[in-house]
């Protein structure tokens, strides 16, 4: 600890405080409330969208940020401006910038105008993708809108820290960490402590012995809804007691406080914050008493719904308000040093608001007249119909005060429509306004469109094949010593990774796969947990930010429902939402397909990968294909779903004279069986069904092209499925989900993206299951699924009618 920091401690034990100390943050607590006042009228005079705002958290946020050190991380939620802009991470310019969508990240770090305003983020990568030394900077992982939705997460970063501490392998990743002496920092909302995975993320910081903090900011409120309806007992400090350590069992450390003490809350979050960084220990404070000076947020006003009494409360017990009156009484400065504050701060928001409105308008504004210009150089004067749809267009144009590029692109593009047909220079005008289409295009799908994946060098995609290598003694074994061996290979070979799941550990996995892998590289690396899918997600994303190299297993495919919302909402938007920012190349591993039952289907495809774009997904149709995505994902910095199929891990393979080192490339389907009539595309334990099938269509003189198309997302890169259905001329596409599931999204991506149709003689086909799912029991499963029969039939069919004399209807 530095001289100056301990001088500052000892001061705040003695109840005396350093006089800059105390008006600079007086001075940031009423600047973010003056920023946070004008942003409520930027969206309600129209220039911005929406607004959610700080005010009323600002004490409270600057005491806690004191504790936010270098390599620190945050988990938080929109309320946090002030805390961000203590810890000197967010500024008021920025503030706006947020608020407008700004979108050059230079000036919008936190979002690049991807997320609402305060909606934070810091930038752990560089722009070419290379990681930053997070150890030297705050990071702040970046915030998303739904009710805690940042503690799955929150678990993950304060994980990371007790690997980092205890796994002394992991001492050399000095730019990741600090021997482990990083806490997550978390917030939320009162109200949100409703939500379910508030309480999954404190049983799992309880039981993992974290260094994580968080703060409650109470507020008594929900937007409109009080504690009453949120909280038992109306207080969650009460109710988290019964996870309060004790003497003699680890446990959660509870603090209380008030929102508007100033002096107390610093003493309160120094106090609580060591403790979790010494101890590795969970901290929560609930901080009591807040305040809501603007209501929720800009879409409604709290005079609706809350009494004159509590309004009455939130005046008098402004966190601002009341730290005045503490400066004052504690005679630290003068009424007038304080207005001469407040005033200046006033000027600041102005100011910051003024530069960042001006930065977000002229870029578009210039574009306009770049637009503007090249209409009013066209040479043509016509007038079609005695009626000039350009000139119109064009001048409500330029009538705009402030435009959005969507004015300049509507108006481009109605002009395009409208330009004469009947003279000869039409065609420089045309030329020069798809120009400038182009040309914007481009710089707004910079904006808008990039980094749903790693677009650096360490993509996935990026990832050279490596064949397996097979002898012709290879010896056959069961498929989860495929994976076991693989895993031995990989433990030894990235330091970094570490698998964990329910069962994953002391047994091994249920299937075996990492059997033994606990024993040789230690319980850090090959760990058992709860059964809590959303927070083994979580626990994953955290570290994947935090640059480990994390496998969470999630025990079966039907139950990656409850991690879904962490996954599809947090894992796979991090690296869009943020512009490029973070990313979190977290491996996700389970096991489906094939099974039975309703819960046990293993089939739900489309569920999932309609949901987390952004997330790879490999659909292996056996171990050795399963290990070689292993392979694939570790070496780029992707994050990826691996579905192994189930039915898979006692069936025999040829083991790889490579095992550990092949690599299978993602979006390259495989032809695994040559054919002529028709092509049968399909992935995962189908395959085996498909070629039982394609067996018993051969006795027929059909011949069948068997695609395995290896990984949904993405999808055949090469287009290997068109140039198959070129030759065969027929194509069906053949999964176990839904009817309208993953099938349709094949044949949509073929028919649409590839332009397949064109190639076609018979209607494409789909075989899927039924509508409901699955019932139990083998004969569940061949009235609920399709199998080979179907298979047979479908395409069977399809021949009868390009050929009913060589393919007659067989019943
Ligand atoms: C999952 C989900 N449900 C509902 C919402 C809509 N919503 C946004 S903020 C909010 C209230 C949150 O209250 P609280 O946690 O107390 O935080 P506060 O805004 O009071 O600081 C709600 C219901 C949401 N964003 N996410
Ligand atoms: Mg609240």
Redesign the pocket.
Known sequence: MSAKSTERIEKIEKNSFDKNEVLNDYKLANLSRQISLMGRKEVLTGKAKFGIFGDGKEIAQIALAKNFQDGDWRSGYY?DQTFMMAAGLFSAEEFFAQLYGQTDVALNPGNGGRSFNNHFSTRSLNPDGSWKDLTKQKNSSSDI?????QMARWVGLAYASKLFRNNKELHQFKTLSNKGNEVAFGT?????TS?GQFWEAMNAVGVLQVPAVIAV?D?G???SVPKKYQTTKESISELLKGFERTKDKPGIVIFKGKGWDYSGLIKLFKEGVEVARKEHVPVVFHIDEMT?PQG?STSGSHERYKSEERLKFEVEFDGLRKMKEWILKEKIATEKELDVIEKQVEEEAKEAKRVAWHKFTEPVKIERDKLIEIIDNRSCMCKREGYDKVGTVTNDLKKILTPIRKDNFSAAKKILRHVCTDCNIRGKLQKDLSDWLERNYEDNHKRYNTFLHNESERSAMNVKEVKPIFKPDSPEVAGREILRDNYDHLFAQYPKLVVFGEDAGYIGGVNQSLEGMQKKYGELRVTDTGIREQTILGQGLGMALRGLRPIAEIQYFDYLLYALQTMSDDLATTHYRTAGGQIAPLIISTRGHRLEGIWHSGSPLSMVINSIRGVYVCVPRNMTQAAGFYNTLLEGEDPALVIEPLNGYRLREKRPENIGEYKIPLGVPEILHEGTDVTLVTYGSCVRIAQDAIEQLKEFNISVELIDVQTLLPFDKKHMIADSIKKTNRVVFFDEDVPGGATAFMMQKVMEEQGAYFHLDSEPRTITAKDHRPAYASDGDYFSNPNAEDVFEAIYAMMNESNPKKYPELY
Do not use: F
Not at 145 to 149: D, E, L, N, V, Y
Not at 188 to 192: R, V
């Open positions: 309320r809108s739904p009710t805690a939705g939320i909302g009162d109200a949100s939500e900011w507020d409120y929900g937007i809501q929720h």
